[in-house]
């Protein structure tokens, strides 16, 4: 948008826009590399993956995991780093840990991935978007997105763009050629479409103040619900939560009111069921924001807004595209309340914590 370019927010909402270009860029980097083949032939098979990461990158890690058992078979989970630390037996053990981090600086990834390789002797591959970084010289194999780097504190493009790497790597390993292709082709397809969730989310958040901001899904797509969330919560310093859809209607229902909007991320897989909460609590009142790839006529009855990907693709490879109207709405109610999203409250861009000695 240019009236944003000298506005605050300027960085962030260039970023968020500029997420299908850098998609393929770095898919076209990864082809150009072969390393994902490298890597997907060389890992070790019949061993549990093990997703790391802290804040924004540990809800990464959660859908990463949930794709990577759909894709390839074998077993896997998502940790934040810190429990590696203070609760180490919870580690399945052997395993193949996956450290996600944006910068490669973050402290909790660091002391993990030194536990990891110097005390457990596994071998870790690292995702990052930094150059040069500690996270480099402490994994066995690595990744490195240059192209999804960002100047803003949230990770957006970065999110999106290690996620989607590494449901390449996944689709590889499982030997899914119709979901690389699906991921090759998301970039033009969402492209296509952004613009109408940019005005879509825009016109939501003109139209009402809201107490409480809600997010659902399940599957691969609640890790995207737990990072549209923090989207939220980052951006616009709102109270914000998250559930597994039909987790909701087991007490968390009691806070449904007009003044809670509750956003929706549907999937195929468990279509009747989410549409049927949706319908529930729509019943009840609450204010509802639907993220599906079709919206059918039950959705657009109980939907007060809808956000429709409209993609010819595997329905795991839209999970990079479900989150971006959660980025959008941190980012728009961000500059509702007179916040600047480039610059969040008490937050910086490396979490780096001091070890006492």
Same mark, same amino acid.
């Given at each position: 948008?240019?009236?944003?370019?000298?506005?605050?927010?300027?960085?962030?909402?260039?970023?968020?826009?500029?997420?299908?270009?850098?998609?393929?860029?770095?898919?076209?980097?990864?082809?150009?590399?072969?390393?994902?083949?490298?890597?997907?032939?060389?890992?070790?098979?019949? =061993?549990?993956?093990?997703?790391?990461?802290?804040?924004?990158?540990?809800?990464?890690?959660?859908?990463?995991?949930?794709?990577?058992?759909?894709?390839?078979?074998?077993?896997?989970?998502?940790? #934040?780093?810190?429990?590696?630390?203070?609760?180490?037996?919870?580690?399945?053990?052997?395993?193949? +840990?996956?450290?996600?981090?944006?910068?490669?600086?973050?402290?909790?990834? !660091?002391?993990?991935?030194?536990?990891?390789?110097?005390?457990?002797?596994?071998?870790?591959?690292?995702?990052?978007?930094?150059?040069? &970084? #500690?996270?480099?010289?402490?994994?066995?194999?690595?990744?490195?997105?240059?192209?999804?780097?960002?100047?803003?504190?949230?990770?957006?493009?970065?999110?999106?763009?290690?996620?989607?790497?590494?449901?390449?790597?996944?689709? =590889?390993?499982?030997?899914? #050629?119709?979901?690389? &292709?699906?991921?090759?082709? !998301? #970039?033009?397809?969402?492209?296509?479409?952004?613009?109408?969730?940019?005005?879509?989310?825009?016109?939501?958040?003109?139209?009402?103040?809201?107490?409480?901001?809600?997010?659902?899904?399940?599957?691969?797509?609640?890790?995207?619900?737990?990072?549209?969330?923090?989207?939220?919560?980052?951006?616009?310093?709102?109270?914000?939560?998250?559930?597994?859809?039909?987790?909701?209607?087991?007490?968390?229902?009691?806070?449904?009111? +007009?003044?809670? !909007?509750?956003?929706?991320?549907?999937?195929?897989?468990?279509?009747?069921?989410?549409?049927?909460?949706?319908?529930?609590?729509?019943?009840?009142?609450?204010?509802? !924001?639907?993220?599906?790839?079709?919206?059918?006529?039950?959705?657009?009855?109980?939907?007060?807004? &809808?956000?429709?990907?409209?993609?010819?693709? +595997?329905?795991?490879?839209?999970?990079?595209?479900?989150?971006?109207?959660?980025?959008?709405?941190?980012?728009?109610?961000?500059?509702?309340?007179?916040?600047? +999203?480039?610059?969040?409250?008490?937050?910086?861009?490396?979490?780096?914590?001091?070890?006492?000695?």
């Amino acid at each position: 948008m240019t009236e944003l370019k000298s506005a605050s927010g300027a960085n962030t909402i260039s970023e968020i826009l500029s997420q299908p270009a850098t998609w393929t860029t770095c898919l076209q980097a990864m082809d150009k590399s072969a390393e994902l083949r490298l890597l997907a032939h060389n890992l070790p098979g019949n =061993i549990e993956w093990v997703f790391i990461g802290c804040g924004s990158s540990f809800y990464l890690a959660q859908s990463a995991a949930a794709s990577w058992s759909i894709l390839t078979g074998e077993k896997s989970r998502a940790i #934040p780093a810190s429990e590696i630390m203070l609760f180490p037996q919870l580690l399945p053990v052997p395993c193949q +840990p996956v450290m996600i981090t944006r910068s490669g600086h973050t402290s909790e990834i !660091l002391q993990a991935a030194r536990y990891l390789e110097g005390v457990l002797n596994l071998k870790v591959l690292a995702i990052t978007c930094g150059t040069d &970084t #500690p996270i480099e010289k402490l994994s066995s194999d690595h990744i490195i997105l240059h192209a999804a780097d960002e100047k803003s504190t949230v990770m957006t493009r970065s999110f999106t763009s290690m996620l989607i790497v590494l449901q390449s790597l996944a689709a =590889i390993r499982g030997d899914h #050629p119709d979901f690389l &292709t699906g991921l090759h082709k !998301l #970039p033009e397809q969402f492209a296509a479409r952004l613009g109408q969730f940019q005005t879509t989310v825009k016109s939501l958040v003109q139209a009402g103040t809201f107490a409480d901001y809600v997010f659902l899904g399940q599957g691969p797509f609640f890790g995207i619900a737990q990072e549209s969330m923090l989207k939220v919560k980052e951006m616009s310093c709102s109270y914000a939560q998250c559930f597994h859809t039909l987790e909701f209607r087991h007490g968390p229902k009691a806070i449904v009111s +007009p003044e809670t !909007l509750i956003t929706f991320i549907i999937s195929e897989t468990g279509f009747d069921a989410e549409v049927a909460v949706l319908e529930e609590i729509k019943a009840l009142g609450g204010t509802t !924001l639907v993220v599906a790839n079709t919206c059918s006529a039950a959705i657009r009855k109980a939907a007060d807004y &809808t956000v429709e990907l409209s993609l010819d693709i +595997p329905e795991a490879a839209r999970a990079a595209a479900s989150v971006i109207a959660g980025q959008l709405l941190g980012f728009y109610t961000g500059l509702k309340k007179g916040l600047n +999203p480039d610059e969040p409250r008490n937050l910086s861009r490396v979490v780096t914590l001091e070890s006492r000695s």
